[in-house]
T-cell receptor, first 112, second 116 residues
Framework: DAKTTQPNSMESNEEEPVHLPCNHS???????IHWYRQLPSQGPEYVIH???SNVNNRMASLAIAEDRKSSTLILHRATLRDAAVYYC?????????????FGTGTRLKVLA | EAGVAQSPRYKIIEKRQSVAFWCNPI?????LYWYQQILGQGPKLLIQ????????DSQLPKDRFSAERLKGVDSTLKIQPAKLEDSAVYLC??????????????FGPGTRLTVL
């Protein structure tokens, strides 16, 4: 199974940028990299996704390494509301159903 | 637009009892997923439906878990009989198209099951 590796936890000060890393050395050529986040007592929510190029949306930016073996989710100005568990997910290339495999994610703590 | 609805939000049962969870996906979403999330872990896919057909149930413990999506809209997940290790949050998600690649999954708030 394609796997991702993320730090268990990170801290950031409010209104500062946050860089959340993800390693995925076994990524296949057609795997998309997805990021979801899970706020306390809620289901996960979509943040951003990409294939090869860097991506931006109103929530975050996704920087993908040239060899695609790692990526970084960038929150440009962290707020208290961004405190959540962030999951980096690859499509499972060996599954004909293209299922998504969640790891344990990175718990982000934002300090006021 | 309305999000994914799940009920109940919380359920407490004793081991060996039965329990059922209900999910109503976003209108028009063809694909529906049930996940199990044990405390401290990421969600694990139990079953995936495309319309009313099962696409993947490889991680569903079929001796005790069952799920159906009869009319291709809402779905139920049942556990019978429950074990202590089934204590978890059960998440339902839906997406407009099936993967691969780019289709976003929208998650409900989940049902927290406690088995005593």
């Amino acid at each position: 199974d394609a796997k991702t590796t993320q730090p268990n936890s990170m801290e950031s000060n409010e209104e500062e940028p946050v860089h959340l890393p993800c390693n995925h050395s076994t990524i296949s050529g057609t795997d998309y990299i997805h990021w979801y986040r899970q706020l306390p007592s809620q289901g996960p929510e979509y943040v951003i996704h990409g294939l090869t190029s860097n991506v931006n949306n109103r929530m975050a930016s996704l920087a993908i390494a040239e060899d695609r073996k790692s990526s970084t989710l960038i929150l440009h100005r962290a707020t208290l509301r961004d405190a959540a568990v962030y999951y980096c997910i690859l499509r499972d290339p060996w599954s004909g159903t293209y299922k998504y495999i969640f790891g344990t994610g990175t718990r982000l703590k934002v300090l006021a | 637009e309305a999000g994914v609805a799940q009920s109940p939000r919380y359920k407490i049962i004793e081991k060996r009892q039965s329990v059922a969870f209900w999910c109503n996906p976003i209108s028009g979403h063809a694909t529906l997923y049930w996940y199990q999330q044990i405390l401290g872990q990421g969600p694990k896919l139990l079953i995936q439906f495309q319309n009313n057909g099962v696409v993947d149930d490889s991680q569903l413990p079929k001796d005790r878990f069952s799920a159906e999506r009869l009319k291709g809209v809402d779905s139920t997940l049942k556990i019978q009989p429950a074990k202590l290790e089934d204590s978890a949050v059960y998440l339902c998600a839906s997406s407009f198209r099936p993967p691969p690649g780019t289709d976003t999954q929208y998650f409900g708030p989940g049902t927290r099951l406690t088995v005593l």
